[in-house]
């Protein structure tokens, strides 16, 4: 698990990253056209650091709330321009400019998920085959006939190659068509069509961290062998004496076959004393072992702070790595972010009817979390993360509300329609129920994050 400070640095980061690059598509956009830039910020507040540069004297700053950003066009609505740079204004321009301006912004981060996806497809995304554990008896995936051992080949006719890719996949099938179609591959090289059927259940099967769960399967994990690695400095396994390589036989008079055996009955305990049988070098040992404690969720659980040891051969064949030459890569990478934005809509979509879990939404927290994840995992898992917060900025951006891009867009447009702008006193009340509208979204995503955290 990632410390604090790797996730807030891999935070900061990442919004910086993201924020940059919705706000210089505005910025080169505005500038493309003719109007005149006077600030491009990243963050809110104080400027921390701030230099003018250009013919413009455009104000590029840093500031201290680096959550978001903006940039401050020359409007006649927001002071007194002079006659000479009237033709600057952001007002007057062309209905189409200013929406190539608003759209600018959202569309940078579609175009930027495009190239993280592309790099990283030409870097290669490794992950694992999406083969099928243990399967729970009276599931879903039971009726539907799935077995242990099998290999998802597709989704909803879309080829997958790696559990990350299926999972994506699965969601959108179902938000897409109701049932998820899986095609697969038996241990014994025939290829089946098969349906879960899900349909009517999509609330429950979005809930966070239980599609696996209420569909009743498991990925493949390998059965590993109750042999310690990597002890946590001054945990209860290091305190009790237990050492890296030390095998776990019994405890308690129960006998261990594999680690998720130990686990469970290390689970089952928390603050317990037990006895554990040991095999070290060859001989038998026997010793107290205290359990500790951790929280997960609103349940205690016993924790001894040790890793289990992985044999380097472990997964030889059960590995997928995605890599794509550079047309493919592009190729790949445009139709990845379209697949992401199409899946990201139909969540919105389905939250707003009632068909999707809204503890989907995340708030800063979960999503520094996620960062500190991502970065801790290397390049192309911190672009793939980048990538996907890309297109749900971008798209969020795009919902049609008044302090959005998409609610000024909307605004525009009804201009068109209309033959003038709206209403001054129109347009403060559309920006008074934005204002409210992404406080209780912003409160909602602080609420799910808080739930998650503390359970």
Known sequence: MPGFMTSLLSFIVAIAILVAVHEWGHYIVARLVGVKVLRFSIGFGKPLWMRRWGPDQTEYCVAAIPIGGYVRLLDERDGTVTPQEASRAFNRQSVAARIAILFAGPGMNFLFAILAYWITFGMGVAGLKPVIGDIDPDSLAAAAGIQSEDVVLAVGGRDV????????AMLDDMLANGDIRLRVERASGSVQDLRLATAGREAELTEPGQLYEVIGLKPWRPVL?????????????????????????????????????WVDFVRARPNQQVSV??????????????????????????????????PPDLYDGRRAMQRFGFIDGAVAAVK???????????????????????????GPIN???????????????????????????????????????????????AEAIKGSPLSEQTQ??????????????MSFAFYNDLTRLFG
Request: net charge negative; hydrophobic share 50%.
């Open 161 to 168: 190659a790696t559990w990350e890719g299926t999972v994506i």
């Open 225 to 261: 062998e109750p042999v310690l690695d990597e002890l946590t400095p001054g945990g209860p396994a290091q305190r009790a004496g237990l050492l890296s390589g030390d095998r776990v036989l019994a405890a308690d008079g129960e006998n261990f076959a594999d680690w998720g055996a």
């Open 277 to 310: 049988s040991l095999e070290r070098d060859g001989g038998i040992l026997v010793m107290p072992l205290e359990i500790g404690e951790a929280t997960e969720g609103e349940q205690v659980i016993g924790r001894i702070g040790a890793s289990v040891l992985v």
């Open 336 to 362: 990845k972010t379209w697949d992401m934005s199409a899946l990201t809509v139909r969540m919105i979509v389905r939250m707003v009817t009632g068909d999707v879990s809204v503890k989907n939404i995340s």
């Open 367 to 413: 999503i520094a979390q996620f960062a500190g994840y991502s970065a801790s995992g290397g390049l192309t898992t911190f672009l793939g993360f980048l990538a996907i917060v890309s297109v749900s900025l971008g798209i969020l951006n795009l919902l049609p509300v008044p302090m959005l891009d998409g609610g000024q867009i909307i605004y525009q447009l």
């Open 428 to 441: 403060v009340i559309g920006q008074q129920l934005g204002i409210v509208f992404l406080l209780l979204l």
